[in-house]
Nanobody, 115 residues
Framework: QVQLMESGGGLVQAGGSLRLSCAAS????????MGWYRQAPGKQRELVAV???????NYADSVKGRFTISRDNAKNTVYLQMNSLKPEDTAVYYC?????????WGKGTLVTDSS
C-alpha cells in the first residue's frame, strides 16, 4: 500500500505562485509514475503534470510554461511549482502515483483564487 499526503494549497491572487508537495509513504518500492491532477467545481478531474521515473515529464497544455513538476526520490516526494496562477487554476489538486499498474490517490489540497 502507498499513502499520499498533499500540502501547500491555499488562497492565492492571480499572478501569484504556490508550491504543492506530495509525500508518499508505505511500500514505495515499485512506484514509477508520480503526478498531479486537478478537479475544478463542476468539471471532471484532469491531468496537470506527471513525472515518470527516468526523468520524463508531461504537462497539460493549459499549464505549460507556468507549472513545473519535480520529484525528490530520496524523500519520496513530488512537487508542483505553480507560477503565474490564473483564476481558472482554482481546483482541488490531487497527487497520484502508479505502482505496478495500480493507482494511488491522495485526498487533495485546495487551490483557490483570491482575486
Amino acid at each position: 500500500q502507498v499513502q499520499l499526503m498533499e500540502s501547500g494549497g491555499g488562497l492565492v491572487q492571480a499572478g501569484g505562485s504556490l508550491r504543492l508537495s506530495c509525500a508518499a509513504s508505505g511500500t514505495i518500492f515499485g512506484v514509477n509514475t508520480m503526478g498531479w491532477y486537478r478537479q475544478a467545481p463542476g468539471k471532471q478531474r484532469e491531468l496537470v503534470a506527471v513525472s515518470i521515473t527516468g526523468g520524463s515529464t508531461n504537462y497539460a497544455d493549459s499549464v505549460k510554461g507556468r507549472f513545473t513538476i519535480s520529484r525528490d526520490n530520496a524523500k519520496n516526494t513530488v512537487y508542483l511549482q505553480m507560477n503565474s496562477l490564473k483564476p481558472e487554476d482554482t481546483a482541488v489538486y490531487y497527487c497520484k502515483v502508479m505502482k505496478y499498474g495500480k493507482d494511488y490517490w491522495g485526498k487533495g489540497t485546495l487551490v483557490t483564487d483570491s482575486s
